[in-house]
């Protein structure tokens, strides 16, 4: 098993389609978790931490699923600007280790 | 502005060359990271530094040296010794180090280089 899995997509939406993102972990003792929104030959940049059970930010809302190891990410109302590729990040305990997910390609279609 | 500068953009080295990335923060950091990206493909993490003076190898070290002179500045280097070098760099920070930290680690990134060897 991956430490961090993700669906690689690509997903395509129509604009104002609501959207949902998995990500596992394998390390059941991990305590932060990030989303990072990384567009294409760009550098990654930080939508959303995840510290307890969820965040939300707008159209933006990450749950945290501790008893089955996933981060999921839900975009709502879904914009053309929002077609990226999404990085699910996290911190492993125990001594410096960040494992970044291989991303899921969103595309957003008028 | 606070952030994080790298340069250059774009970058060509020959073989056998050793080539030197700049990355540069005014954030008052006290982490910060190299990573590197291939296409398809997740961050790696290559060097990371918690504190002025102190660094540790990542995941895949080999054919890279790193120094931490200053809190501000963390320069990689990519030596002939770096096997398959051409790939996308980006350097990060962060207020702490992830290790033993739960709140207040996460890491913001700079612009990125583009090496190609030719």
């Known amino acids: 098993r991956k430490e961090v899995e993700q669906d690689p997509g690509p997903f395509n939406v129509p604009e104002g389609a609501t959207v949902a993102f998995n990500c596992t972990y394998s390390n059941s003792a991990s305590q932060s978790f990030f989303w990072y929104r990384q567009d294409c030959r760009k550098e990654p940049k930080l939508l959303m931490s995840?510290?307890?059970s969820g965040n939300e930010d707008g159209r933006f809302t990450a749950q945290l699923n501790r008893a089955s190891q996933y981060i999921s990410l839900l975009i709502r109302d879904s914009k053309l600007s929002d077609s990226a590729t999404y990085l699910c990040v996290v911190n492993w305990p125990g001594g410096f280790k960040t494992i970044f997910g291989a991303g899921t390609r969103l595309f957003v279609k008028a | 502005d606070g952030g994080i500068t790298q340069s250059p953009k774009y970058l060509f080295r020959k073989e056998g060359q050793n080539v030197t990335l700049s990355c540069e923060q005014n954030?008052?950091?006290?982490?910060m990271y190299w990573y590197r990206q291939d296409p398809g493909q997740g961050l790696r993490l290559i060097y990371y530094?918690?504190?002025?003076?102190?660094?540790q190898k990542g995941d895949i070290a080999e054919g890279y040296s790193v120094s931490r002179e200053k809190k501000e500045s963390f320069p990689l280097t990519v030596t002939s010794a770096q096997k398959n070098p051409t790939a996308f760099y980006l350097c990060?920070?962060?207020?702490?180090?992830?290790?033993?930290?739960?709140?207040?680690?996460?890491?913001?990134f700079g612009p990125g280089t583009r090496l190609t060897v030719l």
């Open positions: 990060a920070s962060s207020i702490r180090s992830m290790e033993g930290a739960v709140f207040g680690n996460e890491q913001f």
């Open positions: 530094s918690q504190i002025v003076n102190d660094f």
């Open positions: 954030l008052n950091h006290d982490a």
């Open positions: 995840v510290y307890s």
